[in-house]
């Protein structure tokens, strides 16, 4: 995203941004308050599976690593799914973006039923509902659809403010709560959004050589807007064609 032309010239170095995902750092909400409950229950689910489905940035990640921590599970991921199925171990296990990443449907077969068994625990993160997957294996699909789900999602202000909080902590950056909450109502709704604006406030306050204010709120929305507009632009003329 290139900065207004009017702006100063000093150019922000680019940093890359580790989200913490420390427990003392997730924010509960009306969101996702039913997901973290599950992972507090934790050793005593009464299923071996579980499912926690989300958008991006919704914090499933977030999540299974306070699963992790707390219950020493392994994160599993395509590459490692056959040596831990062929292991026969016990140890809770972790499986991110099931619907996404190409994992081995024979491996993530045993380690369903290995679950089901209550041989071990097993925790899968994914972004839709299981029946829009692309499994070929009817035995995975049916073995998921068994798995109790709990679903991430941004239901209010509140929960879209704590998001902001949180993409400002694992930046180290401190801004009043009064520019979050001017941006909040103005913004389009969704965690993708506030990942972009947040992104967009640090460069503009780092080429200020200035904190992050109400004035720089406003010109990222104001730039976020302008990119909207550009799209919305591009796809009727697309439509006009």
Do not use: C
């Not at 958008?55 to 999540?63: F, R």
């Amino acid at each position: 995203m290139a900065l207004p032309e009017n702006g100063p010239r000093q150019l922000p170095l680019e940093f890359v941004h580790e989200p913490s995902h420390a427990e003392d750092d997730y924010l509960v909400g009306a969101g996702n308050a039913l997901a973290y409950a599950r992972i507090e229950a934790w050793p005593h689910w009464p299923d071996g599976v579980t499912m926690l489905i989300g958008p991006t940035s919704s914090g499933k990640s977030h999540v299974a690593r306070i699963f992790a921590e707390r219950s020493g599970a392994v994160l599993v991921t395509p590459e490692t799914i056959a040596a831990v199925a062929s292991a026969h171990g016990n140890e809770p296990l972790v499986l991110e973006d099931v619907d996404r990443l190409d994992y081995n449907e024979d491996d993530l077969f045993h380690l369903l039923n290995q679950a089901m068994r209550g041989d071990r625990t097993l925790l899968l993160t994914a972004r839709e509902d299981v029946a829009k997957w692309d499994l070929r294996t009817d035995d995975v699909r049916s073995r998921i659809r068994r798995a109790p789900v709990f679903t991430l999602e941004i239901s209010d202000d509140i929960a879209l403010s704590q998001i902001f909080v949180k993409l400002f902590g694992d930046r180290q950056i401190t801004v009043d709560p009064k520019i979050i909450g001017y941006v909040v109502p103005r913004m389009e709704r969704s965690p993708e959004e506030a990942e972009r604006l947040v992104d967009l406030m640090d460069k503009l306050a780092l080429a200020k050589g200035s904190a992050i204010t109400r004035a720089i709120a406003g010109e990222a929305l104001a730039v976020r807007q302008d990119a909207d507009s550009a799209l919305k632009l591009d796809w009727d003329a697309d439509d006009d064609e």
